[in-house]
Structure formats: structure tokens, C-alpha cells
């Protein structure tokens, strides 16, 4: 069955500290993997996604994730996050049609 | 519209009533999703559209979750007879065909008493 596990629960981060969170799938065949933010008060957006080919995907507001097809990891990073970037964060993948979510990070940002 | 329209933002229920969610996709969008996200967790499917045919419904909870979508464009959950499980951020997604993004609207706020 598809699954999504995220690590982090919550995450600390004083303003240009470093981001990396972890996400791991479970599925079979072909994935597609994304991340989605949700700003307090607002709607899930995409932040990026990974069909295939290059491994590393860069997305909005300076995030990029890595796809290690060895690891069924698609990990978010941020190399300076801002005070903005406070909210939380979902991991996503899908195989034939539905979109499966892990139980999302919730990101402070001290300033 | 300019995005995936849910009404009402906040609906608050006595235990047994019954309430209906409505959702307004993206014009053009065909596809169609429902998500339940409880307090403290990632929103979990329901049930899938493509255009007025549910193609899969293995999400719904129980029987008391029914969704529609009639003429291929807004489509309505309803909960019958609602529990205090049911309160939860209903949220719906439509998708863009070539892209396979979704767009979420800002969810509907069940709660429950």
C-alpha cells in the first residue's frame, strides 16, 4: 500500500539556520512525489514536485528536494530559512490517481 | 473562479445531524478530490472524480459519508447523522490535467458537538 512517513514532527530554527526535512515512501511502481506548504490560515500549495529525471528539483521560494530512489526518500531543503517560511510542511506521493500525504513537519522560525 | 471554492468556511453541527459541504472546482478542471484532515495529522483521501463519475471512493469513512458530483463540475459531501469523529478540515482539490498538480481550496471546518 502507498504510504508517507515523516520524521520530524516539529522543527525550530532560528532566521538562516539550515532546513532539511526527511520524508520516506512506500510504493511499488512508478511515484510522483511532492512537497505542499501551508501557511497559519491558509490553503495547501504546492512547493514542488518530482516526476522523473533529474533527481534534484528545485522549487518556489528557494526549497529544492532530493529523489534517492535507494532511500524512497524525497527530503526538503532550504539552505537559509526565513521568519516567512514558518509553517507547516507536507510530504506527498502518488501512484495511479490519489494523492497520499504523510502526517506533515510544522516549521517555527525564530527571528 | 479564480481557485477551488469551498462553502461554508466554518460549520458547526449537533451529534446527529446531517451537513452537506459543497465545493466549487477550478473551471475546466476534471478531476475532482476530497480530503479529511484531523487536528495534528495530514489530510487523509476520501473519495475521486472525474467528472460525474466517482472512481474511487475507498476513502469515505463510512456509510454515513456520501459525495456527489452531477453535472461534472461542483460537487457536495455529505455527512449523515454526524459524530464527534467527524469534526475535522474537509478539504477539496481539483486537478489540472497534464500537470497532475492539485489545487486545494481553503477547507470547510467541521465541528461537531
Known amino acids: 500500500a502507498q504510504s508517507v512517513s515523516q520524521h520530524n514532527h516539529h522543527v525550530i530554527l532560528s532566521e538562516a539556520a539550515s532546513l532539511e526535512l526527511g520524508c520516506n515512501y512506500s510504493?511499488?511502481?512508478?511515484?510522483?512525489l511532492f512537497w505542499y506548504v501551508q501557511y497559519p490560515g491558509q490553503h495547501l500549495q504546492l512547493l514542488l514536485k518530482y516526476f522523473s529525471g533529474d533527481p534534484l528539483v528545485k522549487g518556489i521560494k528557494g526549497f529544492e528536494a532530493e529523489f534517492i530512489k535507494s532511500k524512497f526518500s524525497f527530503n526538503l531543503r532550504k539552505p537559509s530559512v526565513q521568519w516567512s517560511d514558518t509553517a507547516e510542511y507536507f510530504c506527498a506521493s502518488s501512484g495511479f490517481q490519489k494523492l497520499v500525504f504523510g502526517t506533515g513537519t510544522r516549521l517555527l522560525v525564530s527571528p | 473562479g479564480a481557485g477551488v471554492s469551498q462553502s461554508p468556511r466554518y460549520k458547526v453541527a449537533k451529534r446527529g445531524q446531517d451537513v452537506a459541504l459543497r465545493c466549487d472546482p477550478i473551471s475546466g478542471h476534471v478531476s475532482l478530490f476530497w480530503y479529511q484532515q484531523a487536528l495534528g495529522q495530514g489530510p487523509e483521501f476520501l473519495t475521486y472524480f472525474q467528472n460525474e463519475a466517482q472512481l474511487d471512493k475507498s476513502g469515505l469513512p463510512s456509510d454515513r459519508f456520501f459525495a456527489e458530483r452531477p453535472e461534472g463540475s461542483v460537487s457536495t459531501l455529505k455527512i449523515q447523522r454526524t459524530q464527534q469523529e467527524d469534526s475535522a478540515v474537509y478539504l477539496c482539490?481539483?486537478?489540472?490535467?497534464?500537470?497532475?498538480?492539485?489545487?486545494f481550496g481553503s477547507g470547510t471546518q467541521l465541528s461537531v458537538l
Open positions: 482539490a481539483s486537478r489540472e490535467e497534464g500537470t497532475a498538480k492539485l489545487f
Open positions: 510504493y511499488g511502481g512508478t511515484v510522483n
